[in-house]
């Protein structure tokens, strides 16, 4: 059996639906909808379930963040010094 994370999201009956991220540290945890770290989060991307009370679709789309990030390269056989 493997692990996972539950993000619980209310449908607009009110009946709660989870969904399950193998996305961050897959540590068993449940996130309410508003506070989900940005790995979980990811696990569920364009995700889809069906509201048990209500029949309704609920659907999870997360807006991926963008970072920026400092690329650094060596030179192949060299020790970084300039000297």
């Not at 979980?40 to 807006?63: L, Q, R």
Request: hydrophobic share 35%.
């Amino acid at each position: 059996m493997s692990c996972f994370d539950t993000v619980r999201v209310r449908c607009i009956c009110g009946t709660d639906v989870d969904f399950q991220s193998k996305g961050g540290a897959c540590d068993l945890k449940v996130y309410p909808a508003h506070k989900v770290p940005v790995g979980v989060a990811a696990g569920c991307d364009a995700d889809s379930a069906t509201c048990p009370t209500c029949g309704g679709i609920v659907s999870i789309n997360v807006a991926q963040p963008t970072v920026a990030m400092e690329v650094t390269v060596d030179a192949p056989g060299g020790d970084g010094d300039d000297d």
